[in-house]
């Protein structure tokens, strides 16, 4: 086709600048002629992206020897973000590009915003793009991406799932398949001050009586409760831990229960009727709750363990009195909902050899501790909690202890479109503009729609 | 490109050909661009069509999705609501303030040059810029608005603006959609204005005509082609606000400060519904030609 274009370039192109005389009858006709090529040229223009992004039988693979380069999606990029946690996986990176001559990793940067983020992704799936290769995804995405066969399982990595920490596998297996590898392991817990609180509470009411009493005893608190109440992901996070406070469940089919109805009456109370937390939690993300804990202004704050390094490092104001732990609940187990990083691997990449390596690099002990040194981010694989990671940072003996109490979010393909409904409800109740109970009633009728899989 | 002479009948004339072969690339840019987008987002209205379903595959579903816009149950109607009241207030609002600047900026006071420019200011910047500067001077902790209100000993010192009351939010969105929209209906009505002969006023001074009298008979009827274009232009783009509402309050609290745009764009990229978002889209459209329809019919400029 190319050749048979070029001519047509020719032919059309020749004549057009000529001074020559007036084309008669004849010259017309010709003129006629090169008009349709030119148009069959644009024609093929127009079509060929088109004809490209068609695609085969499954993609051509590259082997793991050759020289090639692989695209890899980072939340928040390899720019210092959240923690540290860009930096991180910028060492992780080089590292891998190091022991792997020949192999490339070209971080694509995506939002921080996981929100936004979802949409970069799902834009680039949408487009049918074979790159980026490999997504650092949040734990919700999988189901939704697998339905869409965007993303492949991970069956042929080698993975072994007796690896991975409790609740990992089964928050990303899709339809019996696994579908992504936790990356790090994140769960939504409860951070106090030991010296202000001197028994951690095991019951929301105890935890809202111990807020309160604080308040009293310390006039530099401005909140009792530090929590994410923005209209986004991470109140939804927030919001499964007070479901497993009161014994509920966020599950679509069935979301108007009594215990769920306690669960978000404790969010809209905590705010307008115990006072310990401020209204403006309604625009908070981790890192408002952040600096208010860290800032040593809250008493209590929900957040993900990347907090405790950072409360506990020099210079915080409350280093040496930060505690953690699950969630209390009046079912006497407390909850930590498990919502962390997973990567996926693109079902058109053309490089799933190098993308299993890199995979397989970011899973092993030795840099799941170096990460979770330099970052936070607690390791997903039970080998990685060594005594030299517990020497250089003791907090993740602490951590472990929450671990257990993890809760894997659901696991759906419209879990996207249920969170979004779950987001509008939380938002409408701290907004104080709908009781939880008329809320919580037309959600369900929402949700429930989505329960399918 | 210059025809050379009137094509007669089937025959064409010399270079004719050449001629409609040259445009032709452009004319197939443009269709692929704009009548083909517009078909298939109409096809798509009548269709399933879930990319994150492919299972789901692309049924004719006829209108179902355009009576989804209008229930209640999907909270669309709701966003249709929000839609038509903001733009029913928003827009009178802008207009009046900006005839008021406008007239101001028409007399010959001191500064007036830098007036000018000063006030072009807020319309310069990118409106998902000044939402995201707008979001940061709201915040209740470390913003400047609570602040200053604070200083002043005014109400509204300790108000969480964004996402806490439903008034607020909708305060707040229309400040900021006023404070940039204000310049461009003042400069553009500051033009019309310019554009009304001297002599008119002067005698109309002299018949002894008040001030109010001139605005109304010579003023207002000489503006209409401007306070034309002003209006369409603001009304469309209050119809179609989206930008400040995602970087403001993502359609919260609740769904209450959702905009037809806005649940547009949660159709198509979060539940990447194609359906639902191409019958979104086109009951967008419609109403949008409707109303700059309304316009041309009511206020028929002068000179057309």
């Given at each position: 086709?190319?050749?048979?274009?070029?001519?047509?370039?020719?032919?059309?192109?020749?004549?057009?600048?000529?001074?020559?005389?007036?084309?008669?009858?004849?010259?017309?006709?010709?003129?006629?002629?090169?008009g349709?090529?030119?148009?069959?040229?644009?024609?093929?223009?127009?079509?060929?992206?088109?004809?490209?992004?068609?695609?085969?039988?499954?993609?051509?693979?590259?082997?793991?020897?050759?020289?090639?380069?692989?695209?890899?999606?980072?939340?928040?990029?390899?720019?210092?973000?959240?923690?540290?946690?860009?930096?991180?996986?910028?060492?992780?990176?080089?590292?891998?590009?190091?022991?792997?001559?020949?192999?490339?990793?070209?971080?694509?940067?995506?939002?921080?915003?996981?929100?936004t983020?979802?949409?970069?992704?799902?834009?680039?799936?949408?487009?049918?793009?074979?790159?980026?290769?490999?997504?650092?995804?949040?734990?919700?995405?999988?189901?939704?991406f697998?339905?869409?066969?965007?993303?492949?399982?991970?069956?042929?990595?080698?993975?072994?799932?007796?690896?991975?920490?409790?609740?990992?596998?089964?928050?990303?297996?899709?339809?019996?398949?696994?579908?992504?590898?936790?990356?790090?392991?994140?769960?939504?817990?409860?951070?106090?001050?030991t010296?202000?609180?001197?028994?951690?509470?095991?019951?929301?009411q105890?935890?809202?009586?111990?807020?309160?009493?604080?308040?009293?005893k310390?006039?530099?608190?401005?909140?009792?409760?530090?929590?994410?109440?923005?209209?986004?992901?991470?109140l939804?996070?927030?919001?499964?831990?007070?479901?497993?406070?009161?014994?509920?469940?966020?599950?679509?089919?069935?979301?108007?229960?009594?215990?769920?109805?306690?669960?978000?009456?404790?969010?809209?109370?905590?705010?307008?009727?115990?006072?310990?937390?401020?209204?403006?939690?309604?625009?908070?993300?981790?890192?408002?709750?952040?600096?208010?804990?860290?800032?040593?202004?809250?008493a209590?704050?929900?957040?993900?363990?990347?907090?405790?390094?950072?409360?506990?490092?020099?210079?915080?104001?409350?280093?040496?009195?930060?505690?953690?732990?699950?969630?209390?609940?009046?079912?006497?187990?407390?909850?930590?909902?498990?919502?962390?990083?997973?990567l996926?691997?693109?079902?058109?990449?053309?490089?799933?050899?190098?993308?299993?390596?890199?995979?397989?690099?970011?899973?092993?002990p030795?840099?799941q501790?170096?990460?979770?040194?330099?970052?936070?981010?607690?390791?997903?694989?039970?080998?990685?909690?060594?005594?030299?990671?517990?020497?250089?940072?003791?907090?993740?003996?602490?951590?472990?202890?929450?671990?257990?109490?993890?809760?894997?979010?659901?696991?759906?393909?419209?879990?996207?479109?249920?969170?979004?409904?779950?987001?509008?409800?939380?938002?409408?109740?701290?907004?104080?503009?709908?009781?939880?109970?008329?809320?919580?009633?037309?959600?369900?009728?929402?949700?429930?729609?989505?329960?399918?899989? | 490109?210059?025809?050379?002479?009137?094509?007669?009948?089937?025959?064409?004339?010399?270079?004719?050909?050449?001629?409609?072969?040259?445009?032709?690339?452009?004319?197939?840019?443009?269709?692929?661009?704009?009548?083909?987008?517009?078909?298939?987002?109409?096809?798509?209205?009548?269709?399933?069509?879930?990319?994150?379903?492919?299972?789901?595959?692309?049924?004719?579903?006829?209108?179902?999705?355009y009576?989804?816009?209008?229930?209640?149950?999907?909270?669309?109607?709701?966003?249709?609501?929000?839609?038509?009241?903001y733009?029913?207030?928003?827009?009178?609002?802008?207009?009046?303030?900006?005839?008021?600047?406008a007239?101001?900026?028409?007399?010959?006071?001191?500064?007036?040059?830098?007036c000018?420019?000063?006030?072009?200011?807020?319309?310069?910047?990118?409106?998902?810029?000044?939402?995201?500067?707008?979001?940061?001077?709201?915040d209740?902790?470390?913003?400047?608005?609570?602040?200053?209100?604070?200083?002043?000993?005014?109400?509204?010192?300790?108000?969480?603006?964004?996402?806490?009351?439903?008034?607020?939010?909708?305060?707040?969105?229309?400040?900021?959609?006023?404070?940039?929209?204000?310049?461009?209906?003042?400069?553009?009505?500051?033009a019309?204005?310019?554009?009304?002969?001297?002599?008119?006023?002067?005698?109309?001074?002299?018949?002894?005509?008040?001030?109010?009298?001139?605005?109304?008979?010579?003023?207002?009827?000489?503006?209409?082609?401007?306070?034309?274009?002003?209006?369409?232009?603001?009304?469309?783009?209050?119809?179609?606000?989206?930008?400040?509402?995602?970087?403001?309050?993502?359609?919260?609290?609740?769904?209450?400060?959702?905009?037809l745009?806005?649940?547009?764009?949660?159709?198509?990229?979060?539940?990447?519904?194609?359906g639902l978002?191409?019958?979104?889209?086109?009951?967008?459209?419609?109403?949008?030609?409707?109303?700059?329809?309304?316009?041309?019919?009511?206020i028929?400029?002068?000179?057309?």
């Open positions: 086709m190319s050749e048979r274009v070029a001519w047509d370039i020719e032919a059309a192109g020749s004549p057009a600048g000529g001074a020559g005389p007036p084309p008669s009858g004849r010259a017309g006709q010709r003129a006629r002629t090169r349709s090529a030119a148009l069959a040229l644009a024609l093929c223009a127009a079509l060929a992206p088109a004809a490209c992004g068609g695609g085969g039988s499954g993609p051509q693979q590259v082997p793991l020897g050759a020289r090639q380069t692989i695209v890899f999606a980072v939340q928040g990029g390899i720019s210092a973000s959240l923690g540290s946690e860009g930096r991180a996986t910028g060492q992780e990176i080089a590292a891998f590009e190091k022991a792997h001559r020949g192999i490339t990793v070209q971080v694509l940067p995506l939002s921080e915003d996981v929100n983020s979802y949409q970069q992704v799902t834009q680039r799936f949408l487009a049918g793009s074979s790159t980026p290769d490999l997504v650092d995804s949040d734990s919700s995405w999988p189901a939704a697998a339905r869409a066969q965007w993303i492949t399982p991970l069956t042929h990595f080698g993975l072994d799932p007796a690896a991975f920490l409790p609740g990992a596998v089964a928050a990303t297996t899709y339809q019996g398949q696994l579908y992504a590898a936790y990356w790090y392991y994140n769960v939504e817990g409860l951070y106090y001050r010296g202000l609180v001197h028994s951690p509470p095991t019951t929301p105890a935890l809202v009586a111990d807020a309160q009493q604080a308040l009293r310390d006039p530099s608190l401005r909140e009792g409760l530090a929590f994410e109440g923005n209209k986004y992901e991470g939804v996070t927030v919001f499964i831990d007070f479901l497993g406070a009161f014994g509920g469940k966020l599950d679509p089919a069935n979301l108007d229960t009594p215990a769920n109805l306690k669960a978000l009456q404790f969010l809209h109370d905590v705010v307008y009727a115990d006072h310990i937390a401020p209204q403006a939690v309604t625009s908070w993300t981790e890192q408002n709750v952040q600096d208010a804990f860290v800032s040593g202004q809250a209590f704050a929900t957040n993900w363990p990347y907090l405790l390094g950072l409360a506990e490092a020099k210079g915080s104001s409350v280093a040496g009195q930060t505690g953690f732990i699950p969630f209390p609940s009046q079912t006497g187990k407390g909850v930590a909902t498990l919502a962390s990083d997973v996926t691997v693109n079902a058109r990449s053309t490089h799933l050899a190098a993308d299993a390596a890199l995979v397989k690099w970011l899973l092993s030795a840099q501790t170096a990460r979770a040194i330099e970052s936070g981010d607690p390791p997903s694989v039970r080998a990685a909690y060594t005594r030299a990671l517990f020497k250089s940072a003791p907090y993740f003996q602490v951590d472990e202890k929450v671990f257990a109490a993890a809760v894997p979010r659901l696991v759906s393909p419209n879990y996207h479109q249920i969170s979004a409904d779950i987001q509008a409800m939380l938002s409408s109740v701290l907004a104080n503009s709908q009781t939880p109970a008329q809320a919580l009633k037309a959600t369900a009728q929402q949700v429930a729609q989505l329960a399918k899989p | 490109m210059t025809a050379p002479g009137r094509s007669h009948g089937r025959r064409w004339r010399p270079g004719e050909g050449l001629g409609y072969a040259m445009a032709s690339p452009a004319v197939l840019t443009l269709l692929a661009l704009t009548a083909f987008p517009i078909l298939y987002n109409l096809w798509n209205s009548v269709h399933y069509d879930n990319l994150l379903n492919p299972a789901g595959g692309h049924p004719f579903t006829g209108l179902a999705n009576t989804k816009v209008f229930s209640s149950q999907t909270g669309l109607l709701a966003a249709v609501e929000h839609t038509v009241g733009t029913a207030i928003s827009v009178p609002v802008e207009v009046a303030l900006g005839l008021g600047i007239l101001l900026l028409d007399r010959p006071i001191p500064g007036r040059g830098i000018r420019a000063l006030i072009l200011l807020p319309w310069a910047v990118p409106s998902v810029v000044s939402a995201i500067m707008w979001k940061t001077l709201l209740p902790q470390t913003g400047g608005v609570d602040y200053v209100l604070g200083l002043l000993h005014l109400p509204g010192a300790h108000i969480t603006w964004l996402n806490a009351s439903v008034p607020t939010t909708w305060l707040a969105i229309g400040v900021i959609d006023i404070w940039q929209s204000v310049p461009f209906v003042a400069i553009l009505l500051l019309g204005l310019q554009g009304i002969p001297r002599e008119l006023y002067e005698a109309a001074q002299v018949d002894g005509v008040s001030a109010w009298q001139s605005f109304r008979r010579i003023t207002l009827p000489l503006l209409r082609p401007a306070l034309l274009v002003v209006l369409v232009f603001r009304t469309l783009s209050a119809f179609l606000i989206f930008d400040i509402i995602y970087a403001l309050t993502g359609g919260g609290p609740g769904t209450s400060t959702t905009t745009a806005y649940v547009d764009w949660n159709a198509f990229l979060t539940s990447s519904d194609f978002g191409g019958a979104i889209s086109v009951v967008m459209v419609i109403a949008v030609l409707a109303i700059a329809a309304g316009y041309r019919a009511t028929k400029p002068a000179t057309a």
